[in-house]
């Protein structure tokens, strides 16, 4: 049986990889340093300017938030139904302080919650009057 030689021409010729891994580095980096990073989109709203001690007077809706409930204008209620009363307001139509909604908060209320019905606040054309509680120095 005679052996065969292989000619020249059927060695094919090898791809050098062993600076694959060098470029596949120097790429990755260059990809993190010119990535633009998304940001969260939000909205805008005016908030009013406030002063200690102030009565709310009984046209001034209220919404106010219990851990997972609703409360607008001492009425239960949820988000579809909320913001369905916010748009009867008609607050984008209405001047100054009549745009006011007071937006009271207590207990543990999830953040997506609260930046649900900022929103439908601020989408019904109202302004957002943040009511919080000052704690005295004992705590209480």
């Given at each position: ?38 940001k969260?989109?939000?909205f ?47 607050l ?44 005295d120095?004992?705590?209480?």
């Open positions: 049986m005679r052996m065969r030689r292989k000619s020249k021409q059927q060695d094919e010729p090898e791809v050098p990889v062993s600076s694959f891994s060098d470029i596949a580095f120097l790429l990755i980096i260059f990809f993190i340093l010119v990535t633009t990073l998304t969260r989109a939000g805008m709203t005016d908030m009013p300017a406030g002063q200690e001690g102030g009565q709310q007077t009984s046209k001034t809706a209220t919404v106010q938030l219990h851990d997972q409930k609703i409360v607008f204008n001492e009425k239960p209620q949820e988000m579809d139904e909320l913001r369905k009363a916010l748009s009867e307001l008609k984008q139509e209405k001047e100054g302080d009549a745009k006011i909604v007071m937006l009271e908060t207590t207990g543990n209320v999830p953040y997506q919650r609260y930046f649900e019905v900022m929103s439908a606040i601020s989408n019904a054309g109202g302004v957002i009057a943040i009511v919080s509680e000052e704690q120095e004992d705590g209480g």
